[in-house]
């Protein structure tokens, strides 16, 4: 994979890259797609890494199905689908590991400690194997592109990173490969993250700018919905991911929710 990749970045070739766990939906390939756009030539990885996975997740029953993904990956003309064995990438004995601190404690990694380690760690070892121009991530995993966007910037990385609009189902749920989980009933209910974030977008829009009036409002609409369990609902800060007070200079706002026993998460940028 690295031979390949540089042969084509020495033919003068701008590279984009687009690092996956697999299971592809449109929102996958909407980056793809994006990279298509932009580069001459598209890398892609698979890989379901295990080091972002807590001991009580889905690793063992998390979707998989190479030959499905590399279909579609052929029909956007992806160049090179790079899909390696945990083994290759986690050797026998290796112990270094990223952390971008601060920011990997907060949200997510608040809920799920050790996540973002395993993230950076394997996004730093994908971007030393490919060295892509640009890669491309989703604004659904919004806490994921800052992190990656710090650690380029604190590491000198040579990649530049670009992150695409969440793709939607027509109804509003953000695609994520852990839908599939859903049951029909709880597919309706998992529908309460897009009108809680709706609400505080259409307050915003009205002119409300008190972030603890705009966290009421959303927690109204999680109530209205009583078998989803709310992890977490924030307004925080775009880069530093602390909470703000206002949104006069913009704001991030994130949620996390159990529906059933599936954990999905979504987000909106002010």
């Known amino acids: ?15 984009g890259f687009v ?38 997740e889905d690793l063992s029953k998390y979707p998989r199905d190479l030959d499905r993904d590399r279909g579609l990956l052929e029909k956007e003309n992806v160049d090179l689908l790079f899909a390696p064995a945990a083994e290759e990438m986690y050797p026998a004995g290796a112990v270094t590991w990223v952390t971008v601190e601060g920011l990997s404690e907060r949200l997510e990694g608040k809920s799920r400690p050790g996540h973002f380690r395993g993230v950076a760690t394997i996004v730093s070892k994908l971007f030393n194997i490919v060295e892509p121009d640009r890669a491309y991530f989703g604004q659904k995993d919004a806490q994921q592109a800052v992190i990656i966007r710090k650690m380029v910037r604190d590491l000198d990385l040579g990649v530049e990173v670009v992150v695409c609009p969440t793709v939607r189902e027509s109804d509003g749920l953000a695609l994520s490969s852990r839908n599939v989980y859903l049951n029909p009933e709880e597919r309706k209910q998992a529908l309460v993250l897009y009108r809680a974030l709706c609400r505080v977008q259409a307050l915003a829009d009205r002119g409300e700018r008190d972030a603890m009036k705009l966290r009421e409002a959303a927690l109204q609409v999680f109530a209205e919905e009583k078998p989803v369990r709310l992890d977490y609902f924030e307004i925080v800060n775009k880069d530093s991911l602390e909470p703000v007070k206002d949104i006069v200079r913009g704001a991030l706002v994130v949620t996390a929710a159990f529906v059933g026993k599936t954990r999905l998460i979504d987000n909106l940028v002010l």
């Open 1 to 15: 994979m690295r031979n390949a990749c540089r042969e084509i970045r020495q033919s003068g070739k701008r590279l």
């Open 19 to 56: 690092p996956t766990m697999g299971a592809l939906h449109a929102g996958h390939l909407s980056l793809v797609q994006a990279a298509r756009s932009q580069c001459a030539a598209v890398a892609a990885s698979v890989f379901v890494n295990p080091t972002q996975f807590g001991p009580k």
